[in-house]
């Protein structure tokens, strides 16, 4: 391999405190917007329409909280996770400042914690990542944890120092935009009139549609992240895999289940944090993936008069029907046929 | 099912006089432009090139008018069509003010028809659907008429009410845009020398290129949209009907036939109604669509010398070539292989 | 077929001198750029980020040179290489002016010279192109030539005219943007610290990655780039070519190459010229497309402390590995592997 070519981080690489600054700034603009609606066909009103979001008391359309995640995600790809084996969790999840497009995403790493495996070929590393816009603020904070190959077993295992993780996003840190105004909010143009009182904690709501991938889509989506993960793009390499073919991107999963969410969750209009998520089988392309939500909390925001959060947990499947809400099975494991299981705080009108 | 979740309207709950808001306005983008022009190709000058709009009177380049079609259409399909059997036809549309990257259309529809259909489980609802921009101006205004499920085979039918459908837009009803002024058209740049004058009445021209459709780019497109229905997307669901396949939504056709029109139809730079429109076959993914197009009238613009109207019928084909124009059988029906018969009226300059 | 539709120049149709002014100008968006992303995956910071492109004297993010190169090819193909057999050959290709999302490029190209093949039925014709933005300044200007078939075998051959064509692109001709300025070149967010100094000729880039190509990503690029040849898009009448398949245009895999070469080359920001490029063997849709790159020279550039040029030569391959930067046989012909041999002029700081 040439001295030129960056071949990324191995597990020896990281150490504890190690900031790591990634590189290419992205300015979002209407593009990828239009782009991410014709990936997912999202129809929450907030990120389709001017008016709708300036009636909300924004300057105009925010970008998708999910598409500023993955245009993050992905810049970390190529310091963090490009030699991973496997993407372990995420935690801790903060949305910030409001996103327009225009603005320009910016994103850094900490190593907070490492452990090597019991294997001796392997460890993981907690990073936390954080998005800034062009004025400095904070747009993202996480979490996540990744399983990250040694360049060479024989290679001395470092002291484990493990982070303490939060279990998920306490409501007193979830950000409400300053500039949110819901006084005149409009259930006709938002798709639904069930508001936050209406949700019940331990409701489950079947969204009911199913949507098929194309390679071509998540190929197209995961490159407008700029996500470098060779296991969606190189055929030629999985075939050789353990699957043999090329893996969707996690994070375009988490996009279809949220948008396929609209039906039965129309007034969520903004994902404040991130508590936890799991991706617990690889999707491909073919597949069809159908979600389910349950409705774990409910709670007011401070000083707030207008707006309450739900902590939910949507369950997204491939290749069957979920008007049954299938779940793990008795063992607390999770069947085949279930690929994503994701805990999170929305932002609703009261 | 939750009853969160929306089922949509089964043929009981229409009635006549019935106003539908549909939900989620959409601004459109320069990026919604993009996509439109790398799913279909589209080298009309005036929705490709500002400086060509410009010398046209327009202020930017105006949003292809099958774009804006497609918007509106979509914002219906989860009230009106979501449980529809068969997209009956179209009638009366015309386009009205013209839209420009940054306007945001909003949709509602009234039910101006209902008829139960003889087996009983089936009835035909008629709405005429009218698009407005952020200023309330209509941008579209169209009937259509579609077959949808009784959520009971059981319960009485209504009395049966048929609006008057116009076999064609009259074209003094036509709308020429004020600002139109086309002085300084330039057929170097429009890609034809071929004007109002030089079309006959009864002339058939072949649109010459094909156009194989992947399931990536339908279901982008019609997600582009917002159209939510499912036999477009859902490949689990799609195996047990009757085609075993995603459907392709009929308005991608029309876009994919307009598009390939622009061969021996450039100067046709818009469309300034819809006579009636039948998909007459299904279209699927591997499809390799050909158009040929018959002018069936052309008629003056009153108070214009610059700009006269075409009347022309446009035919789609699938997996046939063109050259010897095939059209119905003798019995009048369409053969296997005819997927488009779209009527509509075109502007072109004098 | 009718006398409307255009069925582009044959051989006989060309002569030496003859100018061409393409149709359909295009005003490039920010959703074209989006687009460029999704498409190639591309992460050089210029093209990414309006901060980076700023910081580097730019008024915001320049349009890719090669989106500028596809658009500009694109809008000759209708009037040059519509019955083309095969794309020959480049040379002698500049960028001028930058172009920014906005800007409406025009193209024309002239008749430089022509010779009929000695089967008879097909003539080389060679042209040279160029693009223009709304305010006259020249974008790009190449030389292509083409085999095009005869309307008629029996047609009487011309007198044959050779252009002189130069082997490559003399540095002093390398136009360098005024407004460039490297004094706050930042190469944590470029991605790379290495600069124009640390390449070597000679020196041999591995660039790691490989890229599947979908028949709807090809087709959507070449799409947006308003390319009518019908090899990309028409599987119907490919079945009864020679590979029985669609073929992927030559400039996506131009594209899909420079975005891989990044990892090695992430400082080379720009290219400045196209020394020259042979498609060597078709790509087909599930072809997974890698490269390599050798530093063929490099060279100061006047006036400039902070900016030089390099001349890479980057080769791409399909379907197999790259580590051994696999080239040309003994006999100087190239292997099915490979499918692209492209010289061309970068700028890289210093």
Redesign the interface.
């Known amino acids: 391999?040439?001295l030129?070519?960056?071949?990324g981080n191995y597990f020896e690489d990281f150490y504890v405190g190690q900031e790591l600054?990634h590189?290419?700034?992205?300015?979002i603009?209407?593009?990828?917007?239009?782009?991410y609606?014709?990936?997912?066909?999202s129809?929450?009103?907030i990120n389709?329409?001017?008016?709708?979001a300036m009636n909300m008391g924004f300057e105009g359309?925010p970008v998708d909280d999910l598409l500023v995640f993955h245009i993050i995600f992905g810049k970390t790809v190529?310091d963090v996770s490009i030699n991973a084996v496997a993407n372990l969790g995420y935690a801790g999840g903060v949305f910030g400042a409001v996103v327009y497009p225009?603005d320009?995403l910016?994103a850094r790493s900490q190593v907070i914690g490492l452990k090597e495996t019991s294997s001796g070929k392997t460890g993981v590393v907690y990073v936390r990542s954080q998005g800034r816009n062009?004025h400095g603020e904070m747009v993202l904070d996480y979490v996540r944890w990744v399983m990250v190959n040694k360049r060479d077993a024989a290679s001395e295992a470092p002291t484990p120092e493990l982070p303490e993780l939060p279990g998920l996003v306490d409501p007193e840190h979830l950000i409400v935009p300053d500039e949110l105004n819901l006084g005149a909010y409009d259930t006709?143009?938002?798709?639904?009139t069930?508001l936050f009182e209406?949700?019940k904690i331990g409701?489950?709501?079947?969204?009911?549609?199913?949507?098929?991938i194309?390679?071509?889509?998540h190929?197209?989506?995961?490159?407008?992240y700029?996500n470098?993960a060779?296991v969606h793009?190189?055929?030629?390499?999985q075939e050789s895999s353990r699957y043999g073919r090329?893996l969707v991107y996690g994070g375009h999963v988490i996009s279809l289940a949220r948008a396929l969410s609209f039906?039965?969750?129309?007034n969520a209009f903004k994902i404040a944090a991130i508590n936890g998520g799991t991706h617990s089988n690889p999707t491909f392309a073919?597949d069809?993936i159908?979600a389910w939500t349950e409705v774990l909390d409910k709670t007011a925001i401070e000083d707030r008069e207008d707006v309450g959060a739900l902590r939910l947990r949507t369950v997204a499947t491939k290749?069957?029907?979920n008007?049954e809400f299938p779940d793990k099975r008795d063992d607390d494991k999770y069947d085949a046929h279930t690929v994503l299981d994701f805990d999170y705080w929305v932002l609703m009108p009261r």
Chains 1, 2, 3 share one sequence.
């Not at 590189?23 to 300015?27: G, L």
């Not at 389709?48 to 709708?52: A, L, N, P």
């Open positions: 391999m040439s030129k070519t960056e071949s600054i590189a290419t700034p992205r300015t603009t209407e593009g990828d917007v239009s782009l609606t014709a990936f997912y066909g129809r929450f009103a389709s329409s001017d008016t709708v359309i190529a225009g320009t910016f062009q006709d143009l938002s798709g639904s069930d209406d949700y409701e489950k709501i079947d969204h009911v549609d199913g949507m098929t194309e390679e071509a889509e190929m197209m989506a995961t490159r407008l700029q470098t060779k793009f190189n055929q030629l390499q090329r039906n039965g969750l129309a073919g069809t159908s290749n069957q029907r008007a």
